[in-house]
C-alpha cells in the first residue's frame, strides 16, 4: 500500500477528515509512521491491528504517544472489540475466509454500535492475490475454507505455481480462481451478500488497490477525488511511477546480477590457482616419495 500512498491513500485521508482510523496489517510500519504523523498534527486516533509485527514497527511506535493504541490481536479478534473507524486500511492476510470476515465484522460492529460503516482501502485486489488466496499462518484459517497451498512463487500469466516465481516464501494456493479464493473475490462476495449500498473503485497496478465506499460516507467531494483517480492524466501518472519504479528493480537486479559474475569469476579463480598448486604438489611429491603428504 505503501507506493499508492501519496497519489491515493493520503489525499482520500485529508479530504476526509477522519477522527479514527484503523490499519490491519502493520509490518514494517512505514504506513503506521505517515498515519501517526497525520494523527499527530489532526487529533485523529490510530487503532494499530497486527498480531506478529517486525521489530521495525515497536521502533515507529516508540516515536509517537496517544495518537495510538495498538493490538497485538489477530484482526478479526481485534474488531469486534474496537470502535468503527471512520477509514480502515487493510493490508494483513490475503484470502478469502480473512478478507470477507474482517469486512463482516466490521460492518456488523458499526451496525450495533449505530456507527457509519468505514470506508475501507484494501491492498492486494489486483495480481497476484485477487484470485488467489495467500496464508501467513494456514492453521489460522479453517481448513474447510483453506485450499491447497504449497510454498512455491507466482508468474503473471501461469496458473500453476512456480519454483522460479515470487513469493514463494508464503504459502499460496495450488489453484488461481475459482469460488472463495483471493482478495478481491472475498470482496465481491461480501458486497453481494451487504444489505449495505457500497461503491467499489478498484487500480489494478502496485498489486492492486481498491477503495470500498459506502453510500452513508460518499460525498460530492470523495467521488469526484476517487473518480480522478482514473482520469487519463492521472493514469499517465501512474505510468511514469510504475516505469520508475521498474527501472529501479532492473538496476538493482543488475547490481546483484554484476556481484554475482563478480563473484563466480572469483570463486573461478581460486579454483584455478588450487588446481595449478595441487599440480605443483603432485610433481615435488613424484620426485621425492619421502615428502610428507
Known sequence: M???????????????????????GADWGWNTRKILDYCKTSGCHADIVDPAPRAELHAVLAEFGSEYSYHPLKSVQAIPQLLTPDIALIDGDHNWYTVFKELSLMFARASETDALPPICI???????????????????????????????????????????????????????????????????????????????????????????????????????LIE??????????????????????????QMTEARLIKRTDALQRARTLLAKQKETIDALQNKNPQVVK
Open 2 to 24: 505503501i507506493r499508492h500512498w501519496n497519489r491515493h491513500v493520503m489525499p482520500v485521508i485529508e479530504l476526509v477528515k477522519p477522527s479514527r482510523i484503523m490499519e490491519i
Open 228 to 253: 480522478g483517480f482514473f482520469t487519463a492524466d492521472e493514469l499517465m501518472k501512474s505510468c511514469i511511477a510504475l516505469e520508475e519504479e521498474t527501472n529501479r528493480l532492473r538496476a538493482r537486479f
Open 122 to 224: 484494501m491492498h492486494d485486489v489486483g495480481w497476484p492475490y485477487a484470485r488467489r488466496d495467500m496464508y501467513y499462518n494456514p492453521n489460522d484459517v479453517p481448513q474447510a475454507q483453506r485450499h491447497a497451498y504449497a510454498y512455491r512463487g507466482m508468474l503473471p500469466g501461469i496458473a500453476e505455481l512456480r519454483e522460479d516465481g515470487m513469493n514463494g516464501f508464503h504459502a499460496n494456493a495450488l489453484t488461481e480462481g475459482g469460488p472463495h479464493n483471493g482478495v478481491m473475490t472475498a470482496i465481491e462476495d461480501f458486497i453481494a451478500s451487504s444489505s449495505v449500498d457500497i461503491k467499489l473503485y478498484t487500480l489494478p497496478y502496485f498489486n492492486g488497490l481498491g477503495f470500498l465506499v459506502p453510500a452513508q460516507r460518499m460525498t460530492e467531494p470523495l467521488r469526484a
